[in-house]
């Protein structure tokens, strides 16, 4: 017979088991500070029609989408969350609660170039608060909190939100009587990557002159506490509306933190964080790592003036942000900084001396009643081979049952990492499981 | 502005939060369950080559995939989860230990002709256990332990395992010299939907004759105590080996339930199950709800003598169970036994009688620290209308903040269902709070 070679598709992740052990841990973090503000779990389908996800589309985004026809239909796989969050919103309109908060945390699907550290098939955990024609501003200042919640949380090193608001950009820029500002604000969004010289290079080539561009690279290229930058921002005395209005919200949003009780070093005025894309309006966000500048944004966000243009006349602001996780764990995987000791789900193993199970059987449901992860490893081996395939799947106590053990109503229990044993009845060696599960 | 209509795609489930809330707690106990016994997780992509998911594929399933091609590649989306296990253990051997455990509840796909109660994409949950060479009949037994932890957790009603076995069929058939049996469990696979007369009838249909049929019939139709029907099977005295294995086989896995410590009424040899699939080669499983048998099987599965022919050399015998959610969820929403008035996810909402939100920030952060799901309602509206929302997303508590609460450093706790309202410190309202949630 000829075997068909096992394989998947390059740009796709799967994990070995104790790595989505790991990769599931995280995610139920997120989750947990995600329910922690009360947002609602929602669950689209993977597969919509091409007409409703392609709606605002275009560009890019069509070349990269997986499209293909089944029967009468032109379908599509979803290639964010955001486009089937708008038609939720849109369809159950008058089933909703505004502000309307919803998590969704599900895989997306681009069928991009691969490339290292790219996917094609990753999830996205986000978190969006939808408005019924206005949405307060203090949801923008929401949006850093959480994701300080998160990145607190999962415990990666230092990291730190750089804050933006494109009101107070497109002002300033409208200031200096520049018209192009989505091409502008596209270039200024790449100044991490290239550095300021080829920003002002790639400026002058547009219709700008060298004052504007200097203005441009010294207001994006500011720093100081956020305080000063306030500060600065406010004595440049720059009196268009726009201007005006993204000062207040990025003070209000700063203000906010401020008395959020949590680190200031994690939070910062960036001027030149633009998030090219033409969808943001306000308040925009990117997360950086401390160690790993690299990776790029971990997390990214901001305000939009209204979501669901494409479906319903209705008015429907929000803001949010979202964690590209699966790109995010395998940085950190090559990166060689998560710990896949833990193997095993297990709590404990039990292993029979002989092939009598009934025993055996009687242990393992009384043990598993008490909330603890038990089974039972049967196997026509022999118990050396039984106590290496503990070893292997790294359980940490397994319980030994041999003759004697039945015959006094015994077991005996075995720390594997200690090698510490203890024979007694089963009531007791439930107690000291429980106690030891638990330190 | 021409609006595109908001839809989904029909045969494709979603959900308002209400009711994905009440999915998600359901998918949480049916997990908790698989890790109660040590099954590990894997997440296969949802797209893989077409030729490999369609190794073993042919007739029904070819017709109902999603097959698309993007750039060179010949994709297909997985429509099972069996099949991704295969390729998964054939190309990590050497990665894994044996037996290996593993869980997968994510979504499949198929383009069938959607019907009532049928989904074109929906989850299955599945766990299987493979070994390498060999797999001890234990894990047959364990399986259905499994459905009853799971059904008794999920609380719809009494249920029941069917269990057969198609060794002890196939030999039966056998004994009675006949040869299409493949053919025949198909026919008698049918019997729950169309009754014993019609069975015969299609049996009658094939090459058999008048005394084969009946007792074919005789033999599927028979009913008693597990007990009785295993000392039948005893006296029947067949003395093919294949029949002798397979009543070993099943008289092992219900010896192993009559030991679990579990209700003797959840689970019955039923000899006329057969599960269709060629798949399948010893014990099978189906299970069906006491007051719901319209909605036939819940959770069904079986014994496999070698997962990955098509992908290895090396002989893995397994077996394994799923359940599919999507639809068993359908079902139950249909009969309006689910209870959906859990609208939120939060414990508290804060609402603040001016907009100063300083103080409900504190007030906020405090509560979260104690593990409260807990957030403000950030709002342009009056307090009348604040309240209003409250109601509406149903939260149980919610916190007050005035201006004599600022002042006096109190705050308002109000349950909403009672009416009930206290005015004290924070520290007390926490713990107020605290008591009656884990209450």
Redesign the interface.
């Known amino acids: ?1 000829t ?7 390059s740009g ?6 104790e790595e ?2 790991v ?2 841990e995280l995610q139920d973090k997120i989750k947990k500070v995600y ?15 091409s ?2 996800l392609l ?1 605002k589309a275009g560009g890019e985004t069509e070349k990269q989408i ?3 026809t ?2 009468d ?1 032109d ?1 599509a ?1 979803r290639f964010d969350q955001t486009v089937p969050l ?3 919103v ?3 309109y008058n ?3 505004f ?1 309307f ?2 998590y969704q945390m599900s ?1 997306v ?1 681009r ?1 991009e170039r691969p490339q290292k550290g790219r996917y ?2 990753f999830y996205q955990y986000d978190i969006d608060v939808v408005g019924d024609e ?1 949405l ?1 501003i ?2 923008d200042a929401l949006m850093p909190k959480i994701i300080y919640d998160i990145f607190n949380q999962i415990n990666i090193g230092k990291f730190q939100v750089k804050i933006n608001n494109r009101k107070l950009l497109n002002g300033f820029l409208e200031s200096l009587n520049i018209d192009n500002k989505q091409e502008i604000l596209r270039i200024i969004d790449k100044i991490l990557k290239i550095g300021s010289s080829k920003v002002k290079e790639l400026l002058l080539e547009l219709n700008l002159n060298n004052d504007q561009v200097d203005k441009i690279i010294e207001f994006i290229n500011l720093n100081g506490s956020n305080q000063e930058i306030l500060n600065y921002l406010n004595n440049l005395d720059i009196n268009n509306e726009l201007y005006q209005t993204g000062l207040k919200e990025i003070e209000c949003v700063i203000n ?1 933190l401020k ?3 949590i680190n200031e070093e994690s939070y910062t005025i960036a001027l030149y964080i633009t998030r090219g894309l033409d969808y943001y309006t306000g308040t925009v966000y990117e997360t950086y790592l401390e160690k790993y500048p690299e990776f790029g944004s971990v997390c990214s966000g901001g305000r939009y003036d209204n979501l ?6 209705k008015l429907l602001p929000g803001v949010g942000i979202s964690i590209g996780f699966t790109r995010l764990f395998s940085a950190l995987m090559d990166k060689q900084i998560l710990d896949f000791s833990k193997k ?3 709590d404990c ?1 039990i292993i029979n001396m002989d092939n009598n ?2 025993y055996a ?2 242990v393992s ?1 009384a043990i ?1 009643e008490n ?1 603890i ?4 490893h ?3 081996k022999n118990f050396k081979q039984k106590l290496k ?1 503990a070893n ?2 790294g359980v940490k106590y397994i319980i030994i049952i041999g003759e004697d053990e039945i015959n006094n109503n015994k077991v005996v229990l075995k720390n594997m990492i200690t090698g510490d044993q203890v024979n007694d009845s089963l009531d007791k060696i439930i107690e000291i499981l429980k106690k030891e599960l638990s330190s």
Request: glycine share 4%.
């Open positions: 017979m075997y068909i070679k096992p394989k998947i598709l796709f992740m799967e994990l070995l088991t989505q052990i990769f599931n329910e922690s503000y009360g947002f609602l779990p929602i669950d689209t389908p993977v597969i919509e029609y007409n409703i709606a997986y499209r293909f089944k029967g239909n379908l796989l708008a038609r939720y849109a369809m159950n089933n909703l609660a502000p908060k919803r895989k699907f069928g094609r098939e206005t307060e203090e949801y906010y008395n959020s009780n669901a243009d494409y479906y319903t006349d095993t789900i297990l193993l199970y009934q059987l009687n449901n598993r909330d992860k038990v089974d039972i049967y196997s026509n395939f292997k799947i």
